[in-house]
């Protein structure tokens, strides 16, 4: 059985949420422009969070094969 289509979209899946915490950042920068710097941080915070089952899927596609 192949499960390279569910390792894509693990990866397809991280890249969507990093755009949607980036969308709402910057819409909650463009309401509040002061608190730009604590915004960005938790930003940075949650992409991180984000981006790590991306990276298992990715290696994941290398395992498989």
Same mark, same amino acid.
């Given at each position: 059985? +192949?499960?390279? #289509?569910?390792?894509?979209?693990?990866?397809?899946?991280?890249?969507?949420?990093?755009? @949607? &915490?980036?969308?709402?950042?910057?819409?909650? &920068?463009?309401? +509040? #422009? %002061?608190?730009?710097?604590? &915004?960005?941080? !938790?930003?940075?915070? %949650?992409?991180? @969070?984000?981006?790590?089952?991306?990276?298992?899927?990715? %290696? %994941?596609?290398?395992? &498989? !094969?």
């Amino acid at each position: 059985m +192949n499960f390279l #289509p569910f390792a894509l979209i693990g990866v397809i899946g991280s890249g969507i949420g990093v755009g @949607l &915490i980036g969308m709402g950042a910057m819409q909650a &920068i463009g309401r +509040n #422009p %002061a608190a730009s710097g604590d &915004i960005v941080i !938790k930003m940075l915070t %949650a992409i991180a @969070l984000c981006e790590v089952p991306g990276l298992l899927a990715f %290696a %994941a596609i290398f395992l &498989i !094969k």
